[in-house]
């Protein structure tokens, strides 16, 4: 929770709100990593519950003001060389 906030700005900064938001996060992040954990054993996990619970942390995370950060876009000869690990080259 605690580099939720700080990406936010200095904690003392942050509305109750905020704060409070940043608890859900935290929580979301928890449960959906325990789904995760469950899901590379090979255990069922309820997918209509992982992509919801997904969507929320997604819109959470928006109304908090976190931006995507833009990918760096492959070079051709990035793109060349993964091409040619793929292709067992």
Do not use: F, N, W
Request: charged share 30%; hydrophobic share 35%.
């Amino acid at each position: 929770m605690q580099l939720h906030e700080e990406d936010l700005g200095t904690p003392d900064g942050l509305s109750e709100l905020q704060r409070s938001l940043c608890r859900r996060v935290a929580t979301l992040e928890v449960e959906l990593e325990q789904m995760e954990g469950k899901l590379s054993k090979g255990e069922d996990v309820d997918l209509e519950l992982y992509r919801a619970l997904t969507g929320t942390l997604s819109r959470v995370g928006t109304s908090l003001g976190v931006k995507r950060a833009p990918r760096r876009a492959l070079t051709i000869a990035e793109r060349a060389a993964a091409a040619s690990r793929e292709a067992g080259h």
